[in-house]
Structures are given as C-alpha cells and as structure tokens.
C-alpha cells in the first residue's frame, strides 16, 4: 500500500497498485454507469462510475482511481495539485473499502482487536471514539485488527479480516500511549500521528462482541445496553465504510451481512467515561464486554 505501514502476513485484501502518470482530476462525475455517490448530505468529495474497462473511482480534485473487472488491481492517478499524503489515506481506506463491499463483504467504519482468538469491534461514525477504545483494549492486552475500514466476512460465522495496522490519533487518546510503551508511534502520510500496537497473528479472527461507543464526560462507569436483533440491524446499516453504494446486489449483500451479524453477534452501545484523563481499568473493561 502506497506509504502505508503494512502487515508481515499475506494482505487479505489481495490488490495491487499501480501509480499512473499525473492528471488533472477536476469534480465532474465519472463517465459510466453510476455504482457510488454520497449525496450532498455526505460533501459529495468522492463518486464511482462501471464502465467497460471495470470501475473509476474519482476523489473529486484529488486522484483518479481504476480498478479492475476483477478487483485485483488499481491504478491510481493523482491530480497535478493533490495532496499525496491524504490520496495515500484515500487508496488504503475508501479504495479497499469499495473493493470488499463490491466483492461481497460487510465493510464497516469500524475497528477491532483480537483477545483469546476472538473479535472485539467498536463501529460509529467518525468522532465517536472508535480508535481511542481499540488504544484502550491493546493497553489491557489486546492485538490489534484492523482500524477504520473492517471487513467482515460471513462465510462460515462473522469473522473480522486483518487490515489498517496503524491506529491515528486525536488529541484524547495521546494520553492513553504511555500505557503502550513498546508500542512504534509514527507519522501517517496525512501528516496525523499514528501508534502501531502488538497485532494479531491471524488473518481473520471470529467476532465475538460489537460495541456502538457512546463516550460521555459524566459518566462515572462504563456500562452497556444489549440491542434486540432488528435495533441491531439498523443501526449497523447506518454505519457504512463507504456511503452511498448504489449497485443493488452490493447494497443487499450490505444488508445481509448486517442481518448475520445482528442475528449471531451480541451488539452493545456503550456509555464509555470519557477523559482525558481515561479510567486506569478502561481497557480491562472493554475486554471485559466479551465475557459478559
């Protein structure tokens, strides 16, 4: 992945990245057959296209991205003006995110650790805690998964495939570091600093727990509520990686995934104690959830 930090396993995702020549990328619509569009509502900054020769994904002023029939290869153009840093971002998260949701998999804004061989996933839109709680579990012991961009395969039971291994952080979860000090910290290609924790060894980890954060400055305790089956489904539909798919068979593999999860999985939201400064025992009990 293109001025990412990568795993020493195989790459689940299994694509390959060309860089093209610059070009001018502009903010007009691809040409083809619509498969992506945000909406307004979402800041319209991305759209896809199908066309003859597979899939165009243009991050508006930004990079032109052209993936494969078969998904297996990308070739990226970046615009004359683009910030490399952010399209290095964009390749690793919407791309690849757009590639599993065409192959069929769930993907979530999520991210997950792995404790005793089994999965704990904290799903929400950006700024509800996602990265500071994964921080917190691999300080209690946990290894890390995948962050921001999860994909869950529902083949054989939902398992949570090995991604992102490199955490940003926001200004909160900095004081959760020194509760990681072997941990390698390090600057992401957007100029964000970033933690490498302890990673799972395995490729795909079952998932045992699904927590919706809910971080609260007056809460004293963590505590946490389970949701009924179609609260569940719902409530993980509006928790996509990529908004705006538009390929019907891709949105219903979406919806069935989610129905998989909200059916085999225990779903919590989560009133968490916010910091800083973060509870000595936050992490403890997190992991805690997947024995409850």
């Known amino acids: 992945m293109p001025g990412l930090p990568a795993r020493t396993t195989e790459d689940p995702a299994e694509v390959d990245f060309l860089a093209g020549p610059r070009t001018a990328v502009g903010d007009r619509f691809p040409e083809g057959e619509p498969v992506v569009d ?13 066309r003859e020769d597979g899939y165009l994904l243009r991050f508006f002023n930004h990079c032109d991205v052209h993936v494969s029939p078969d998904l297996s290869r990308v070739e990226y153009q970046r615009d004359h003006n683009a910030d490399d840093g952010l399209v ?13 949701s065409v192959r069929g998999a769930l993907v979530l804004h ?12 904290f799903v929400g839109h950006s700024g509800m805690g996602k990265s500071t709680l994964a921080i917190a579990s691999c300080a209690a012991g946990a290894r890390h998964i995948a962050e921001d961009v999860l994909v869950v395969e529902n083949d054989d039971g939902p398992r949570c495939l090995a991604g992102n291994v490199a955490i940003r952080l926001r200004k909160g979860s900095v004081s959760l570091l020194d509760r990681l000090p072997n941990a390698d910290r390090i600057t992401m290609p957007d100029g ?10 395995q490729d795909s980890v079952p998932l045992d727990t699904l927590v919706i954060p809910r971080p609260s400055r007056n809460a004293e305790e963590l505590t946490a509520e389970l949701m009924p089956t179609a609260g569940a489904m719902f409530r993980l539909i509006n928790f996509p990686r990529v908004n705006g798919l538009l390929e019907p068979h891709v949105v219903q593999r979406q919806f069935d995934g989610a129905g998989v ?6 779903v919590l939201v989560a009133t968490v104690p916010w ?5 000595d025992d936050l992490g403890e009990r997190l992991l805690d959830l997947m024995a409850a």
């Open 275 to 279: 910091g800083p400064p973060f509870r």
């Open 88 to 100: 290095d971002v964009l390749l690793a998260g919407t791309t690849l995110a757009f590639i599993a």
């Open 110 to 121: 999520a991210s997950a650790v792995e404790a005793g061989g089994r999965a704990l996933a």
């Open 261 to 266: 999860i909200a059916r085999s999985v225990r």
């Open 38 to 50: 945000p909406g307004e509502g979402h800041r319209r900054f991305y759209a896809g296209a199908r």
């Open 192 to 201: 964000r600093d970033a933690v490498v924790p302890p990673l799972t060894s």
